[in-house]
């Protein structure tokens, strides 16, 4: 089986092998290649450039690329894979529930992510998916991603608190909700985002 650690370097090759080759020869390469570990890069080098043109490819592929991950035995890939995919699935193909089995996936198997920030987030995208289906889980969700977060990840438990307030808003528990927001607010002026300090003072 291909190390974890081996993925992640071959994956560095396509930023400087890559930028000459077209959409349609990595998905040749994909669709050909007998080697697990070669189809992965190029299937995360098709994903880079058919995002920005079809986004239901764009998930159909990341399906893909998730569960050649996993057959790989690189959850921290698919994790990451996830986290970036996970918002069209919710939003644009209106799929949450598909989103949760995911990362309940993934979360059965979080022993084989190393970088805690990735399963931060991986709850920040079930939180947010559960936002459309269970606010009282969509909190959970929320809690438990900053459970996980360290010093580093100041944005993503900004968000943490911000999508907090909107769950506690929408159930009506409006101390709790402002008390979320300011944190938010107090955590987005630390990082001078002037944007969302707005969204969380709308809040």
């Known amino acids: 089986m291909l190390k974890r650690s081996t993925i992640p370097l071959l994956l560095l090759l396509v930023v400087f092998t890559g930028f000459g ?7 040749q390469t994909y669709r050909n290649s007998t080697d697990p570990a070669e189809r992965l890069v190029a299937l995360d080098s098709v994903l ?11 998930s159909d592929y990341s399906q893909e690329y998730i569960d050649l991950a996993l057959e790989l035995d690189s959850v921290e890939l698919a994790g990451r894979k996830l986290i970036s995919v996970a918002r069209t699935i919710t939003n644009v193909q209106n799929q949450p529930r598909r989103v949760i089995t995911l990362v309940d996936l993934l979360l059965a198997r979080r022993y084989k992510i ?9 709850y920040l995208q079930r939180g947010k998916a ?12 929320y809690q438990k991603a900053l459970a996980e977060f360290g010093p580093n990840d100041t ?17 009506g528990e409006f101390v709790k909700a402002s008390e979320s927001y300011g944190k938010a607010h107090d955590l987005y002026e630390s990082l001078d985002d002037h944007e969302y300090m707005f969204y969380a003072q709308q809040g």
């Open 21 to 27: 080759q077209s959409l349609e020869e990595y998905q």
């Open 48 to 58: 880079s450039r058919i995002k920005q043109i079809d986004l239901n490819s764009f």
């Open 114 to 122: 190393d970088n805690k920030s990735i399963i931060g987030r991986l």
């Open 130 to 141: 559960n936002y459309r289906l269970d606010l009282n889980a969509s909190i959970e969700d």
């Open 155 to 171: 944005i993503f438990i900004a968000d943490a608190y911000l999508f907090s307030g909107q769950s506690y808003s929408n159930l």
